[in-house]
């Protein structure tokens, strides 16, 4: 099956700063990999995704890279802000699966 | 936001009791799934309905059973709650099964004492 890698697993920076979280997966057939933000004591909340035939996408300061050959993807976050603070997720799905492979989960802090 | 809710939010029980969490979507979807997140944070998925049909059953111990009435209402039951069982539980729907969008529940933090 599919084993999704997340790093790191906290990360501090100062607002303003930009902030990355990588992923790496297993599965050459996974096609789909959405990123989920998490507020303490929230529910994960779908903020931006990429399919394999996309190779970035952006959306306002949040943009994911996917590198298909070396099967990893990556949130980029700019411009950081104190509300960024979350717990971040990746996932990894097959075409037509319903199965969702969560990675471990990104601590993000952004200090004020 | 209602779109998936989950009733209790909130369940603190002893060991040994059974208990439930009901989920209902409002959404028109025809897939439904319960994650647990442990105290670590880890998303870890536990089963998921397709129309009332089961179609994900990962290795989850046998106390915990699904049952789905409809296509919009999921319900887990866990009997002879342990320790371990403590955790929040979230349930999740798809518009279609292998749908890529999934909305996830506010959660039900179960604490087993």
């Known amino acids: 099956g599919e084993n999704v890698e997340q790093h790191p697993s906290t990360l501090s920076v100062q607002e303003g700063d930009s902030a990355v979280i990588k992923c790496t997966y297993s599965?050459?057939?996974?096609?789909?990999f959405p990123w989920y933000k998490q507020e303490l004591g929230k529910r994960p909340q779908l903020i931006i995704d990429?399919?394999?035939?996309?190779g970035e996408k952006k959306d306002q300061r949040i943009a994911v890279t996917l590198n298909k050959t070396a099967k990893h993807f990556s949130l980029h976050i700019t411009e950081t802000q104190p509300e960024d603070s979350a717990v971040y997720f990746c996932?990894?799905?097959?075409?037509?699966?319903?199965?969702?492979?969560f990675g471990s989960g990104t601590k993000l802090n952004v200090k004020p | 936001d209602t779109a998936v809710s989950q009733t209790p939010k909130y369940l603190v029980t002893q060991m040994g009791n059974d208990k439930s969490i009901k989920c209902e979507q409002n959404?028109?979807?025809?897939?439904m799934y319960w994650y647990k997140q442990d105290s670590k944070k880890f998303l870890k998925i536990m089963f998921s309905y397709n129309n009332k049909e089961l179609i994900i059953n990962e290795t989850v111990p046998n106390r915990f059973s699904p049952k789905s009435p409809d296509k919009a209402h999921l319900n887990l039951h866990i009997n002879s709650l342990e320790l371990g069982d403590s955790a929040v539980y979230f349930c999740?729907?798809?518009?279609?099964?292998?749908?890529?969008?999934?909305?996830f529940g506010p959660g039900t933090r179960l604490t087993v004492l």
């Open positions: 996932a990894a799905k097959r075409n037509n699966f319903n199965k969702f492979y």
């Open positions: 599965d050459s057939a996974s096609n789909y």
């Open positions: 990429i399919r394999s035939n996309v």
């Open positions: 959404l028109g979807h025809d897939t």
């Open positions: 999740a729907s798809s518009p279609r099964t292998g749908g890529d969008t999934q909305y």
